[in-house]
């Protein structure tokens, strides 16, 4: 079974990836073909990782922002969203890609609330109730949080070493 995402960042990139049923992990994993992308790690990695971004095409990877809006669409009507993934992909997961330490950092708890705020905004305007440039203050305060939440975790890799 295959269902769609969709994210809006602050270029205003809309994208669109499945989701396949993985039956050993009991889960629905992305995967991308534009991306040339399969599974969580990979995705996040692409997407939102704070190294190096790689894909099938690394220019349009790394020009690509951390997305706050994640939704599975509606089979028969794709303007209708029909279920909320973003805290599961850009909190639960992202988290996990990190050893759970992100949860840890400051900003995270910045992290999660502006995660929150934009992905109901981010659903009004793929159902075309809201337009998302009045929301271009919160996305660029978003982009901050995730600079220091990235500049956080990097000077606590540093420590380590």
């Known amino acids: 079974m295959v269902t769609g995402c969709r994210f809006f960042g602050k270029q205003h990139n809309d994208h669109r990836w499945v989701e ?13 073909p534009t991306m040339n ?10 997407r939102a990782w704070f190294g190096e971004r790689h894909t099938i095409n ?9 997305p706050f809006a994640i939704y599975v669409v509606n089979g028969n009507n794709r303007s209708l969203m029909e279920e909320n993934r973003t805290l599961y992909y850009m909190s639960i997961k992202l988290d996990a890609l990190y050893n759970n330490q992100l949860s840890k950092l400051p900003s995270w708890s910045k992290w999660v609330n502006g995660l929150q705020i934009l992905s109901a905004a981010g659903k009004k305007a793929f159902e075309g109730q809201e337009n998302l440039h009045d929301h271009n203050d919160q996305i660029s305060e978003l982009a901050d949080v995730y600079q220091n939440l990235k500049q956080e975790y990097l000077a606590t890799q540093k420590v380590k070493n």
């Open 20 to 32: 396949i049923f993985d039956k050993k992990t009991k889960e629905w994993v992305p995967a991308d």
């Open 58 to 66: 690394d220019e349009f990877s790394s020009d690509m922002i951390a």
């Open 37 to 46: 992308i399969i599974g969580f790690d990979q995705w996040l990695k692409a």
